[in-house]
């Protein structure tokens, strides 16, 4: 800090107005555009879901739920190699870990949209070239990924297990892909419905109740209807039933397309419970993103 | 028990969003009820399934969620409570008053629609409907006191929840028949299975146990949560 000696006393009026160059330097590289925001956007979502980048404590959650969606797989891989019998069938995973999947989508997916609803960023990010529609579909789609890695992860695992442990008769490759295709499915119904839902609420605490709230009553109305319908012997309303299930409803479509045995252990319905199955998946997928899109056209212009 | 702080924190969990999902559980409950009879099979087989399946297992430990962790973690969340930690108060005392809350909450929201749904269905018949809504009052009580302690110790409090409630009391429950004795909705189906005497209901927990369990967990879930409050701190979030 060293003072400049006194100038000495100009005579006449010098320049009030200075600018100084302190150096700062303009952005010079090439600009990335709208397709690199996105992408960035995506990928930073997808890390914050697994709460990497962020402290210790925000990783607990999510790696301890990915580590229970692996149990089964390694409990799997240990039957094949010391009592030579298969475990868990590749299609019925997802089934079966549904409960551990739906806690996994309602703690993180609040996560994903909350705070920046909360804490009103949302002009922020529209500042720059991606829209609201943009927004929307990165959040999704990191939601999505993250479940695909949940479900795909596990299923490859088991798969190189039962290669390398090699088991007398064909490796069940076509139930092992069916299982893959379908967790595309599961992953895009489950990241839209979740997100959709946390989008709502500001609160964190409130949307992960709000996210879990749907699927444990979606689950409990359906057990509750198949267990009444099936002793008042209407055994084809019962399957019906079954649909109201999420994991289930996209169980019916794998069972349809790829012929594999159903989670539920009762079937689907017959004949056009497949098609109506993936039609009804559909249409809550389009119904959430189109919730998501008018959600935040609102939530841009407060 | 104060009742300026009962005041608002009814005002605060009744007047946002999280009342709709409080008000939607118990009209699913009742309309699950309705569709029963329309199919023609309310009979005590189908209330108990009902009742055990719905009632118990899905609605109250959700309804405890929502009205236990809604009546402190957002405060907590927001760092409003410390304006009310500030006040001459005794802490105890605060948390208690939310227990209150929490309870009274559960008691309307849950144990009354749930008695509602069982009278809906079977009227007086093998003392289902008073059962389960003794139970449900009892479960309720307890959830609500743990959902508040949770509350206060962590702000993962709604995730922890659901996991105990989901991963521990259902899936768990489920295959291993040990983990029933600490579970709130088995101790609740206890209180039920006490009052009833219909032969669907089979209860996995003693009342011997059941009652002293519940009292246990209530009360020292209150104290923990305001021994907690008296040296709370406020850190940034994550």
Redesign the interface.
């Known amino acids: 800090m060293s003072e400049p000696p006194p100038a000495p006393p100009a005579p006449a009026a010098a320049p009030t107005g200075v600018i100084h160059d302190i150096g700062y330097r303009h952005y010079q590289g090439r600009r990335l555009g709208r397709g690199h925001a996105l992408a960035a956007l995506t990928g930073h979502s997808l890390r914050g879901v697994f709460g990497l980048g962020?402290?210790a404590?925000?990783k607990i959650?999510p790696f301890l739920l990915a580590g229970?969606m692996m149990l089964p797989a390694a409990v799997s891989i240990a039957m094949m190699a010391i009592l030579k019998q298969r475990g868990i069938a590749y299609p019925a995973y997802a089934g079966i870990m549904q409960?551990?999947l739906?806690?996994f989508l309602?703690?993180q997916s609040p996560g994903l949209v909350a705070?920046d609803l909360r804490f009103r960023v949302l002009p922020l990010y529209l500042s720059r070239p991606n829209s609201t529609a943009d927004y929307v579909i990165a959040k999704l789609a990191a939601m999505a990924a993250a479940i695909l890695l949940l479900l795909a992860v596990p299923l490859t695992t088991m798969f190189v297990g039962e290669l390398l442990v090699d088991l007398p008769g064909p490796p069940q490759t076509s139930h092992y892909l069916a299982a893959l295709a379908t967790s595309v499915l599961y992953a895009l119904l489950l990241g839209s419905i979740g997100v959709a839902i946390a989008s709502?609420?500001p609160?964190?605490?409130?949307g992960?109740?709000?996210v879990?709230?749907v699927y444990?009553?979606s689950?409990?109305?359906s057990?509750?209807?198949v267990?009444?319908?099936e002793?008042?012997g209407?055994h084809t309303a019962a399957l019906w039933a079954w649909l109201i299930n999420p994991f289930f409803l996209v169980d019916a479509v794998q069972n349809w397309l790829f012929d594999t045995p159903s989670a539920s252990g009762d079937g689907y319905p017959p004949g056009i419970g497949g098609p109506v199955a993936l039609l009804a998946a559909l249409v809550l997928i389009i119904l959430a993103v189109t919730a998501l899109l008018f959600r935040y056209r609102k939530a841009a212009a407060s | 028990m104060n009742a300026v702080v009962a005041g608002i924190t009814y005002r605060a969990v009744l007047g946002?969003?999280?009342v709709l999902?409080m008000v939607l559980?118990p009209l699913?409950l009742i309309a699950?009820a309705l569709?029963?009879r329309w199919?023609?099979?309310a009979d005590e087989?189908?209330a108990v399934?009902?009742m055990q399946?719905?009632a118990i297992?899905?609605?109250l430990p959700?309804l405890g969620?929502?009205a236990g962790?809604?009546t402190i973690?957002?405060e907590i969340?927001d760092g409003t409570i410390i304006h009310l930690l500030s006040k001459p108060i005794s802490r105890p005392v605060i948390a208690v008053t939310k227990f209150v809350v929490a309870a009274s909450m559960l008691a309307v929201f849950a144990a009354l629609p749930t008695f509602a749904a069982g009278y809906l269905l079977l009227r007086d018949e093998a003392g289902v409907a008073a059962g389960f809504g003794v139970g449900a009052l009892a479960g309720g009580v307890a959830y609500a006191a743990v959902f508040l302690l949770l509350g206060v110790l962590t702000r993962?409090?709604?995730?922890v929840g659901?996991?105990y409630a989901?991963?521990w009391e259902?899936?768990v429950g489920r295959f291993v028949p040990g983990a029933r004795d600490l579970s709130i909705q088995q101790w609740a189906q206890t209180f039920a299975d006490q009052i009833s005497t219909s032969g669907f209901l089979k209860s996995s927990v003693a009342m011997g146990f059941a009652v002293p369990a519940i009292l246990v967990v209530t009360i020292g879930s209150v104290l923990w949560a305001g021994h907690r409050l008296r040296s709370l701190s406020l850190t940034g979030?994550?």
């Open positions: 962020r402290p404590r925000a959650m229970i409960a551990v739906a806690v309602a703690a705070p709502f609420t609160r964190r605490g409130l992960v109740a709000a879990i709230a444990l009553l689950s409990a109305i057990g509750v209807l267990g009444v319908l002793s008042v209407r | 946002r969003r999280r999902l559980l699913l699950l569709v029963l199919v023609g099979s087989k189908a399934t009902l399946v719905y297992g899905t609605m959700l969620l929502i962790t809604g973690a957002p969340d993962h409090a709604v995730t659901i996991i989901v991963v259902n899936l979030e994550e």
